[in-house]
C-alpha cells in the first residue's frame, strides 16, 4: 500500500482564503519531506520541505508542519490566488540516502473566485 | 526545467517495440531517478542512479532497464512496450539527496 497519502483528493476554497493540504505517512524512519505542486501537462515543481528534526518551516505564502507523534504533514497556503489552482503532492524519503521518494496520490486544489 | 531535459517530450510506439527516453543535466548532480505517472497511482519510483554505472530498481522495475555511462545522461529503456506502460515519465535530480528537481515529463502512449 501506499507509504504516503493524502486525506482528500480535491479541495475547494476561496480566493483569498487560506488552504490546508493534509498528508498521512506510515514509514516512521522517513526523516526528509516535501511537498510538490503540479499543474496540467507539466513536472512537479518544488514548493517547500522539511527535514524530520524540524516541526514548522516557512516560505513564501507557505508553511509545512510536521507532526512526527501521529506521522502527519500539512501544507498551508495563506491568501489563496488562482495561481495556486493545482494538484499538490506530499512526498517523504525514507531512512536517508538518496533512494528516491515516496509520493502520495495527490490533492486537486480548486480556487474558488 | 532548468537544468533537466527530457526527451522525446511525447511518444506513440506499437506494443513489442523498443524505446529509449532519455534525461539530460546540466547541473552535475549524483543522483538521478526515473519515475512514471498514472492516474490513481501518484508517481512510483521505476530506478534510479547513485552515479556512473551505479543503478538500482526501484518499486515499479519490472519491463525497464536504465544506462548511466556519463553523469549527465540517464536511459529509461522498455525492451518491448506494452500497453501497461502507457503513463507520463519523470526524470528527477539531486546532488544531496534533497530538493528533488523534476523534468517536463515524457507522454508515452503504446498502442
Known amino acids: 500500500g501506499e507509504s504516503v497519502g493524502l486525506h482528500l483528493p480535491t479541495l475547494s476554497v476561496q480566493e483569498g482564503d487560506n488552504s490546508i493540504i493534509n498528508c498521512a505517512y506510515s514509514n516512521s524512519a522517513s526523516d526528509y519531506f516535501i511537498w510538490y505542486k503540479q499543474e496540467s501537462g507539466k513536472g512537479p515543481q518544488f514548493i517547500i520541505d522539511?527535514?524530520?528534526?524540524?516541526d514548522k518551516r516557512q516560505g513564501q505564502r507557505v508553511t509545512v508542519l510536521l507532526n512526527k507523534t501521529v506521522k502527519h504533514l500539512s501544507l498551508q497556503i495563506a491568501a489563496t490566488q488562482p495561481g495556486d489552482s493545482a494538484v499538490y503532492f506530499c512526498?517523504?524519503?525514507?531512512?536517508?540516502?538518496?533512494?528516491?521518494?515516496?509520493f502520495g496520490k495527490g490533492t486537486h486544489l480548486i480556487i474558488q473566485p | 526545467d532548468a537544468g533537466i531535459t527530457q526527451s522525446p517530450r511525447h511518444k506513440v510506439t506499437e506494443t513489442g517495440t523498443p524505446v529509449t527516453l532519455r534525461c539530460h543535466q546540466t547541473?552535475?548532480?549524483?543522483?538521478m531517478y526515473w519515475y512514471r505517472q498514472d492516474p490513481g497511482h501518484g508517481l512510483r519510483l521505476i530506478h534510479y542512479?547513485?552515479?556512473?554505472?551505479?543503478?538500482d530498481k526501484g518499486e515499479v522495475s519490472d519491463g525497464y532497464s536504465v544506462s548511466r555511462s556519463k553523469t549527465e545522461d540517464f536511459l529509461l529503456t522498455l525492451e518491448s512496450a506494452t500497453s501497461s506502460q502507457t503513463s507520463v515519465y519523470f526524470c528527477?535530480?539531486?546532488?544531496?539527496?534533497?530538493?528533488?528537481?523534476f523534468g517536463s515529463g515524457t507522454r508515452l502512449t503504446v498502442v
Open positions: 522539511i527535514r524530520s528534526n524540524m
Open positions: 528527477a535530480i539531486t546532488g544531496t539527496g534533497e530538493g528533488y528537481t
Open positions: 547541473e552535475n548532480h549524483r543522483y
Open positions: 542512479s547513485y552515479g556512473v554505472k551505479d543503478t
Open positions: 512526498a517523504e524519503r525514507g531512512g536517508g540516502g538518496a533512494d528516491g521518494l515516496t
